[in-house]
């Protein structure tokens, strides 16, 4: 494994509809790899079932009902049906063995005539290059934390929100980031892999985190669902997530995230229900 998204998220065919692939611990959060990057192994194997070109990958909704941990992956894949203009399927990633992992329902489509429009603006944020890098070190006075692995690949820019160590009365979720691949899986047609995209759309616990406010338990809060819907192909280095979380209540929150490119174009939506989980007893 080379750390790298566009090496590491590859699939084998071992049989029709059914694939094998290996993820090591370059992708981990806490404590297991991050749920979208899970989820892009199972649309890897998808695209490849499809197997049509004209047909991209338009919306995704992942229910993550098993533990999927690092080491080698099972992927199972079932054409739900197969169309001119569009392909339904469902997929899971799952370790060998295991009864339940990660399971998606995708529609992957061909471009047809209708309406164009966007009917929603972008927040107003300074550049990436004006923005606190996660990767800077913590102001005096505030102990430094190991980053996890998963940050160690993707660097995040903190547009809108505060800090975990600033102290401030919370007033609302809003946040933003901007977010980056070290090594950004571009295509052969200069776009990113729209698997890239899903891997950074499923970050949204920070907006909860700024609605709690500063101090409190340590917590965390793993997906129990997520859902993408993908737009325009993004040929920028830097993504600009702009979170936003809606409810939070009996353990669980939900949260959305609007994703734009660097020039201001609305690349996908998604959506996610999360479950807290205390580190402390």
């Known amino acids: 494994m080379s750390g790298v998204f566009a090496d590491d998220v590859a699939v084998t065919r071992v049989a029709p509809g059914r694939y094998a692939a290996v993820l090591d611990h370059s992708w981990d959060l806490v404590p297991l790899p991050q749920g979208g990057m899970i989820a892009s192994f199972g649309l890897r194997a998808a695209a490849s079932e499809v197997s049509e070109p004209s047909q991209e990958l338009r919306s995704l909704t992942t229910v993550f009902a098993g533990q999927v941990a690092a080491g080698e992956l099972d992927i199972e894949v079932e054409i739900l049906r197969r169309g001119r203009s569009a392909t339904q399927l469902v997929t899971t990633v799952r370790n060998p063995g295991s009864q339940a992992g990660a399971t998606t329902v995708a529609v992957f489509g061909s471009r047809r005539r209708g309406p164009t429009f966007v009917d929603v603006s972008p927040p107003l944020v300074p550049p ?154």
Not at 145 to 167: D, K, N, S, Y
Not at 248 to 257: L, M
Request: proline share 12%.
């Open 128 to 281: 990436p290059s004006d923005c606190p890098s996660y990767r800077q070190e913590p102001p005096p006075g505030v102990e430094p934390f190991e980053p996890r692995p998963f940050w160690t690949r993707v660097e995040g820019r903190q547009a809108l929100g505060h800090a975990p160590w600033e102290e401030y009365q919370p007033t609302g979720s809003e946040v933003a980031t901007w977010l980056r691949f070290d090594d950004p899986p571009f295509l052969e047609d200069g776009s990113l892999d729209p698997l890239g995209v899903v891997t950074l759309a499923d970050r949204m616990p920070g907006c909860v985190g700024e609605r709690m406010g500063p101090g409190g338990e340590p917590w965390f809060a793993p997906s129990a669902d997520l859902t993408v819907h993908l737009y325009e192909p993004v040929r920028t280095e830097w993504i600009l997530a702009h979170d936003r979380a809606r409810w939070a209540d009996d353990g669980w929150a939900s949260a959305e995230s609007t994703l734009w490119d660097e020039d201001g174009n609305l690349i996908a939506f998604a959506t996610q229900m999360m479950i807290f989980t205390y580190l402390t007893p």
